[in-house]
Nanobody, 125 residues
Framework: QVQLVESGGGLVQPGGSLRLSCAAS????????IGWFRQAPGKGREGISC????????YFADSVKGRFTMSRDPAKNTVYLQMKSLEPEDTAVYYC??????????????????WGQGTQVTVSS
């Protein structure tokens, strides 16, 4: 059974850090493009951090550039989103997704066919 499970969300103060995890089962993440998306209340889902299957291409939304990084642990079949200098505007449900191998790091929702259930991140004092 193909599954993605996010974890690591929670409540954090402005300026704080969190690391989200996305564990895959039923398939090997290394063979897929991976994306982190988020959906804030009343807004659409947006891609914020994506990486191609080879790791040769990455994408970061302007809103998170310099603050968020992605990494993979092939041994655990898990990808991470390290978030620092969090702002109230980062409050959202965060999703990880996997899609067919591409040379580019796509931030388009339609390029991903496996999705996790999401994890809530709330940045508030």
């Amino acid at each position: 059974q193909v599954q993605l499970v996010e974890s690591g969300g929670g409540l954090v103060q402005p300026g704080g850090s969190l690391r989200l995890s996305c564990a895959a089962s039923g398939f090997t993440l290394d063979y897929y493009n991976i994306g982190w998306f988020r959906q804030a209340p009343g807004k659409g889902r947006e891609g914020i951090s994506c990486i191609s299957s080879s790791g040769g291409a990455t994408y970061f939304a302007d809103s998170v550039k310099g603050r968020f990084t992605m990494s993979r642990d092939p041994a655990k079949n898990t990808v991470y989103l390290q978030m620092k200098s969090l702002e109230p505007e980062d409050t959202a449900v965060y999703y990880c997704a996997a899609g067919p191998r591409r040379l580019s790091a796509s931030a388009r929702l339609r390029d991903y066919n496996y999705w996790g259930q999401g994890t809530q991140v709330t940045v508030s004092s």
